[in-house]
């Protein structure tokens, strides 16, 4: 099993490195230096194989004095590795050296070195001695090039770390995403011949892992659309009734438990992922908590009004016009025409037109109220467009990205807007066939599929 040791000058990125690799969020990250106080060791595990581990370490304080007393005590260089470990036997309770003993203590015992620096500040001299302690270690090492901030000073780092790192990259511990993740740990696996097998092994697992969590999770959002499309309320109507308060009453039971599924399936995409407590800060996630039926929600994530009439999924909302010639004809109906065949603005955002009211008799006598299943054309559409940008959100743990992603949301809308046109239209037959077909195996399966080609694109594209 492979160690690799995070180690640099305090405050530039290494417990951020590690919770990136090592997809930990518990991991304390701060902006005053010293925040990581001693040496923490996290494995990535998978299936309860370890694949790699990680040991956070505090940043060196007294690098100086270190290499002083290194040179003070090495007799030439196949002495140095031998002269580290002593270095950190005699100070195991020096307090002066504390630091450099926590860091040094998982080197000293066979970890690959992974030194963090901050490419948006300049390099400095004293930066050398970190990497001459480092370079006496021995060890196999790789330099990585963090971006805390604005700044490039990337040019003159790469320089001065090519003298002492055989690989040297630039990785952006927050922003880095899937690919550049699996790319980096391809590159560990260059430092030392012994560590391949690992590594290989890391990456395949890291890989299939990733293609479980986003098969689950759609079928969990396929599954919980199927529900919601299904849900009905219904209640005994009694003389003494008021008809209307009624059906106000199971509308609103019936919109909180389809806020519920939705809210439910979110919980389980994000434990698929291991964000079970997923923060939320960032813009992109506050777009998310518009209320499933906010008519802001149904413009940002939902089928233009456009798109939804071609798709052939609303003609019931249109008197007169068959099925089959929508689902056709995409240039049937376009420009001002479509607003002026939909009406009135409810009908798309689920306002009072979510679901339809129905009397029914019943058996026993008398008759029963019964609002839903939901009829409102692009709700679907919004559950799917709602669905896939938070997928995509929890699946990249890419602060740009979610800045990128919430842009083009809130700049745009009309999320489903840009599915692949293929993939709309199948979607489109789908919720068709639904409607006359009912929920059968065959309809369920197609769906699945068509939400994993969907949430494997990107809503930011
Ligand atoms: N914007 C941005 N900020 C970052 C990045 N990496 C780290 N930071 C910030 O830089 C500060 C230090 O990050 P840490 O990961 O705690 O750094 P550290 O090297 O572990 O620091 P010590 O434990 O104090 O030695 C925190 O405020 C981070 O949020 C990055 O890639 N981008
Ligand atoms: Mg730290």
């Given at each position: 099993?492979?160690?690799?040791?995070?180690?640099?000058?305090?405050?530039?990125?290494?417990?951020?490195?590690?919770?990136?690799?090592?997809?930990?969020?518990?991991?304390?990250?701060?902006?005053?230096?010293?925040?990581?106080?001693?040496?923490?060791?996290?494995?990535?595990?998978?299936?309860?194989?370890?694949?790699?581990?990680?040991?956070?370490?505090?940043?060196?304080?007294?690098?100086?004095?270190?290499?002083?007393?290194?040179?003070?005590?090495?007799?030439?260089?196949?002495?140095?590795?031998?002269?580290?470990?002593?270095?950190?036997?005699?100070?195991?309770?020096?307090?002066?050296?504390?630091?450099?003993?926590?860091?040094?203590?998982?080197?000293?015992?066979?970890?690959?070195?992974?030194?963090?620096?901050?490419?948006?500040?300049?390099?400095?001299?004293?930066?050398?001695?970190?990497?001459?302690?480092?370079?006496?270690?021995?060890?196999?090492?790789?330099?990585?090039?963090?971006?805390?901030?604005?700044?490039?000073?990337?040019?003159?780092?790469?320089?001065?770390?090519?003298?002492?790192?055989?690989?040297?990259?630039?990785?952006?511990?927050?922003?880095?995403?899937?690919?550049?993740?699996?790319?980096?740990?391809?590159?560990?696996?260059?430092?030392?011949?012994?560590?391949?097998?690992?590594?290989?092994?890391?990456?395949?697992?890291?890989?299939?892992?990733?293609?479980?969590?986003?098969?689950?999770?759609?079928?969990?959002?396929?599954?919980?659309?199927?529900?919601?499309?299904?849900?009905?309320?219904?209640?005994?109507?009694?003389?003494?009734?008021?008809?209307?308060?009624?059906?106000?009453?199971?509308?609103?039971?019936?919109?909180?438990?389809?806020?519920?599924?939705?809210?439910?399936?979110?919980?389980?995409?994000?434990?698929?992922?291991?964000?079970?407590?997923?923060?939320?800060?960032?813009?992109?996630?506050?777009?998310?908590?518009?209320?499933?039926?906010?008519?802001?929600?149904?413009?940002?994530?939902?089928?233009?009004?456009?798109?939804?009439?071609?798709?052939?999924?609303?003609?019931?909302?249109?008197?007169?016009?068959?099925?089959?010639?929508?689902?056709?004809?995409?240039?049937?109906?376009?420009?001002?025409?479509?607003?002026?065949?939909?009406?009135?603005?409810?009908?798309?955002?689920?306002?009072?037109?979510?679901?339809?009211?129905k009397v029914l008799g019943s058996p026993l006598g008398g008759t029963t109220l019964r609002v839903g299943p939901v009829s409102a054309p692009n709700f679907p559409w919004v559950f799917l467009g709602r669905a896939w940008a938070h997928h995509h959100l929890v699946a990249e743990r890419n602060h740009a990205l979610r800045d990128a992603i919430s842009t083009v949301?809130?700049?745009?809308?009309?999320?489903?807007?840009?599915?692949?046109?293929?993939?709309?239209?199948?979607?489109?037959?789908i919720f068709l066939a639904l409607g006359k077909e009912g929920r059968t195996a065959a309809l369920v399966d197609r769906l699945k599929e068509r939400v994993i080609t969907l949430l494997e694109a990107s809503p930011g594209a």
């Amino acid at each position: 099993m492979v160690v690799f040791a995070v180690v640099g000058h305090p405050n530039k990125g290494k417990s951020s490195l590690v919770t990136t690799l090592s997809e930990n969020d518990r991991i304390l990250v701060g902006a005053i230096p010293g925040t990581t106080k001693r040496a923490n060791r996290y494995d990535f595990s998978i299936d309860a194989e370890v694949l790699y581990s990680l040991v956070d370490t505090p940043g060196f304080q007294r690098a100086k004095a270190v290499l002083d007393w290194l040179e003070a005590h090495a007799k030439d260089a196949s002495d140095r590795s031998n002269v580290v470990a002593q270095f950190v036997r005699l100070h195991e309770h020096d307090g002066r050296f504390y630091n450099e003993v926590e860091l040094l203590r998982p080197i000293v015992a066979g970890a690959g070195i992974l030194y963090v620096v901050d490419g948006a500040k300049p390099y400095g001299p004293e930066f050398e001695i970190e990497m001459q302690i480092l370079r006496w270690t021995g060890n196999p090492r790789l330099a990585l090039i963090n971006l805390t901030a604005k700044g490039d000073y990337i040019g003159q780092w790469q320089s001065a770390l090519a003298q002492y790192f055989s690989i040297v990259r630039v990785f952006d511990a927050r922003r880095a995403d899937f690919a550049s993740r699996l790319h980096l740990l391809s590159a560990f696996s260059e430092l030392n011949e012994a560590w391949r097998p690992f590594m290989s092994r890391a990456i395949d697992a890291l890989v299939n892992e990733r293609r479980r969590r986003l098969v689950l999770s759609a079928t969990e959002v396929a599954n919980a659309l199927l529900d919601c499309m299904s849900y009905t309320e219904s209640a005994v109507l009694t003389q003494d009734h008021n008809r209307a308060q009624l059906q106000h009453a199971l509308r609103d039971q019936l919109r909180a438990r389809l806020q519920n599924r939705e809210a439910q399936a979110r919980h389980c995409v994000q434990s698929f992922y291991g964000h079970s407590a997923l923060q939320r800060r960032e813009e992109a996630l506050r777009l998310l908590d518009v209320d499933l039926f906010a008519e802001r929600g149904w413009a940002l994530f939902g089928l233009s009004k456009m798109r939804l009439m071609v798709t052939g999924t609303a003609a019931g909302a249109l008197a007169g016009l068959s099925v089959d010639a929508l689902a056709g004809g995409t240039t049937l109906l376009f420009g001002a025409s479509v607003g002026a065949l939909v009406g009135g603005v409810g009908t798309w955002l689920g306002g009072d037109e979510l679901a339809k009211a129905k009397v029914l008799g019943s058996p026993l006598g008398g008759t029963t109220l019964r609002v839903g299943p939901v009829s409102a054309p692009n709700f679907p559409w919004v559950f799917l467009g709602r669905a896939w940008a938070h997928h995509h959100l929890v699946a990249e743990r890419n602060h740009a990205l979610r800045d990128a992603i919430s842009t083009v949301i809130a700049e745009q809308g009309n999320v489903m807007d840009r599915v692949d046109h293929a993939l709309r239209r199948e979607l489109a037959q789908i919720f068709l066939a639904l409607g006359k077909e009912g929920r059968t195996a065959a309809l369920v399966d197609r769906l699945k599929e068509r939400v994993i080609t969907l949430l494997e694109a990107s809503p930011g594209a």
